[in-house]
């Protein structure tokens, strides 16, 4: 992909869109019972003596838990009001681990973030792949914690197949899509950076279903393409410089936890405040 060099008067409108996927809550707090002792029980086996006092640290209120970054959230959607977060609500599995939706502090932390104006939608789960009806309850468990209709929605692990998955998003209720992109690889899945309705096939017709592709995501630069930090910052400018030749919406995914410079993300920060930075060039 080559910088591009655009003129002004080349350059198109380009939406920054930053989005955040909450796949676990907290690295700690809130996690009880048998999920509690067996990742304790883990660390001791290990020897992580490490992790087993930063665990006491966080329970006793003495630091922060590692994956709470919600005040980093909340400053970015302050300066960009169209951030969007999808939250996992889905009953614990092999690939769905996050906190109970029942836990009435975890219920108090997503509607103070509603409250503020922050957009949320839903994280379908793993578990929830083709599978309407846990939709439909993961949905509600959401709406009744917002105490609003959910409309967006991300799948969990960008797990979708068409038509099947975008039909049970429509039967739910949903209007608004941002799966369309790719895991592996960064780029444009469905050939736009704009907001486009789903054509659905089946029935030879245009849907209500607005499809919002990402431009890239975190765990693609650091895990799949094995980059570096300046490495992911310089195909980042080359993604934007794309998105302004042709215009639309900027949209790339982070996580809560690889926003705070914690283990294998330790410096990543600076990716994300970076992306956020080429905001200035579109003004």
């Known amino acids: 992909m080559k910088h591009l060099g655009l003129s002004a008067t080349e350059v198109k409108k380009v939406n920054i869109i930053p989005s955040f996927d909450i796949d676990n809550t907290y690295a700690y707090k809130l996690k009880r019972g048998k999920r509690k002792l067996l990742s304790s029980f883990k660390d001791l086996l290990q020897f992580n003596w490490e992790r087993i006092k930063e665990r ?9 838990d590692p994956y709470d970054t919600f005040s980093t959230i909340r400053e970015i959607r302050q300066r960009f009001p169209k951030t969007k977060v999808f939250w996992l609500v889905g009953k614990w599995g092999k690939k769905d681990r996050n906190i109970s939706i029942k836990n009435k502090k975890h219920q108090q932390l997503i509607k103070s973030l509603v409250d503020e104006g922050l957009d949320v939608g839903l994280h379908p789960s793993f578990g929830s792949f083709l599978k309407k009806d846990i939709i439909h309850t993961e949905k509600k468990e959401l709406e009744d914690v917002c105490g609003k209709t959910i409309s967006n929605s991300r799948q969990h692990f960008l797990r979708f197949e068409i038509p099947s998955t975008f039909v049970d998003l429509r039967t739910a209720g949903f209007t608004h899509e941002y799966s369309m992109g790719y895991a592996e690889t960064v780029g444009f899945r469905a ?4 907001a486009h309705r789903w054509f659905d096939l089946s029935k030879n017709e245009v849907s209500n279903l607005i499809i919002h592709p990402f431009v890239y995501m975190d765990g693609t630069l650091r895990e799949y393409m094995k980059l570096s930090i300046e ?22 995914i982070w996580h809560n936890e690889t926003i705070g410079n914690y283990g294998n993300w330790k410096g990543w920060k600076e990716v994300l405040d970076y992306t956020l930075t080429l905001s200035l060039e579109d003004k």
Do not use: C, P, W
């Not at 006491?56 to 922060?64: D, I």
């Not at 050939?191 to 704009?194: S, V």
């Not at 400018?237 to 790339?252: M, N, Q, S, T």
């Open 56 to 64: 006491q640290s966080v329970l006793r209120g003495k630091v922060n």
């Open 191 to 194: 050939g736009t950076a704009r």
């Open 231 to 252: 490495e992911s910052k310089t195909l980042v400018k080359e993604l934007h410089d794309e998105v302004r030749a042709y215009g639309g919406d900027f949209i790339f």
